[in-house]
């Protein structure tokens, strides 16, 4: 699942996701054809990466917050 496309989130997205709209915007039978293939794949490639760099992000913020609640249940083991 992918989050929703047309969000302040997706600015990086939103060249790739015009093209994909534009090509949907020809008709059923240009997509049925596969001839919106190429720029559903862009979407695909940009999303991805969004998603990645947001994982990394959380993560990083993940261990700061990891780390501060060790030293402070070191702080308590050590004064109990």
């Known amino acids: 699942m992918h989050p929703h496309l047309h969000t302040s989130e997706n600015t ?3 060249e790739v996701m015009d093209l994909l709209d534009e090509c949907h915007a020809r008709g059923f039978l240009w997509k049925a054809v596969g001839m919106c ?3 559903k ?3 695909n490639k940009c999303l991805r990466a969004q998603r990645l760099e947001r994982t990394k992000l ?3 913020v993940a ?3 990891n780390k ?4 402070k249940w070191a702080d308590i083991d050590a004064n109990s």
């Open 12 to 14: 990086a997205c939103a």
């Open 37 to 39: 293939n190429d720029a």
């Open 41 to 43: 794949t862009a979407v």
């Open 58 to 60: 959380n993560r990083e």
């Open 63 to 65: 261990k700061v917050k």
């Open 68 to 71: 501060q609640i060790r030293a």
